[in-house]
Antibody, heavy 122, light 107 residues
Framework: EVQLLESGGGLVQPGGSLRLSCAAS????????MSWVRQAPAKGLEWVSA????????YYADSVKGRFTISRDNSKNTLYLQMNSLRAEDTAVYYC???????????????WGQGTLVTVSS | AIQMTQSPSSLSASVGDRVTISCRAS??????LGWYQQKPGKAPKLLIY???TLQGGVPSRFSGSGSGTDFTLTISSLQPEDFATYYC?????????FGQGTKVEIK
């Protein structure tokens, strides 16, 4: 069974840093691109960042570019999100998700982890 | 960035109703669109990818259609477990963008 388990969330002051982790199991982690998606309280979903299979290519939403860094350790089957210069508007549940891809290039998110809550507040 | 406009933002329907949710992209995205269902306090779940391909294990009452800029998610006969919020997502190019969501409530 594919499982994704996020950790590292918590309360942090504005301007602070936090590193999220996502432990993957049940599939060959090194064969799949991965993403982070977040959801602010009572708001919709927002794609945050993606990383390629090898980690050589990374992508970010404009809202986090320059502040967040996605990375992966294929030897540990773990995905990371380093979040710096945190703002109140970064408060959200952060989900990690495995990307699927078809031969046509279309992609999707399945499955998703249970999420970890990040609260940015003084 | 490609913007995704989803409508309606909410709807009320009864069990057995046919429900249609629309998603419009600000530019053509081929069929690079997925639909996700989210229930309160839970992670989203993939329903459809590539605009019309049903994910394994998803009931056949769910269907998707469209290509280019206009897409539709249809629930042919609404069931009690379908009351949830639905999101479209374009994966044509980065930054990937979700629609604003459609909350399906019980009438």
């Amino acid at each position: 069974e594919v499982q994704l388990l996020e950790s590292g969330g918590g309360l942090v002051q504005p301007g602070g840093s936090l590193r999220l982790s996502c432990a993957a199991s049940g599939f060959t982690f090194s064969s799949y691109a991965m993403s982070w998606v977040r959801q602010a309280p009572a708001k919709g979903l927002e794609w945050v960042s993606a990383i390629s299979i090898s980690g050589s290519s990374t992508y970010y939403a404009d809202s986090v570019k320059g502040r967040f860094t996605i990375s992966r350790d294929n030897s540990k089957n773990t995905l990371y999100l380093q979040m710096n210069s945190l703002r109140a508007e970064d408060t959200a549940v952060y989900y990690c998700t495995k990307e699927g891809i078809a031969a046509t290039g279309t992609e999707w998110f399945d499955p998703w982890g249970q999420g970890t809550l990040v609260t940015v507040s003084s | 960035a490609i913007q995704m406009t989803q409508s309606p933002s909410s709807l009320s329907a009864s069990v057995g109703d046919r429900v249609t949710i629309s998603c419009r992209a600000s530019q053509g995205i081929r069929n690079d669109l997925g639909w996700y269902q989210q229930k309160p306090g839970k992670a989203p779940k993939l329903l459809i990818y590539a605009a019309s391909t049903l994910q394994g294990g998803v009931p056949s009452r769910f269907s998707g259609s469209g290509s280019g800029t206009d897409f539709t998610l249809t629930i042919s006969s609404l069931q009690p477990e379908d009351f949830a919020t639905y999101y479209c997502l374009q994966d044509y190019n980065y930054p990937w963008m979700f629609g604003q969501g459609t909350k399906v409530e019980i009438k």
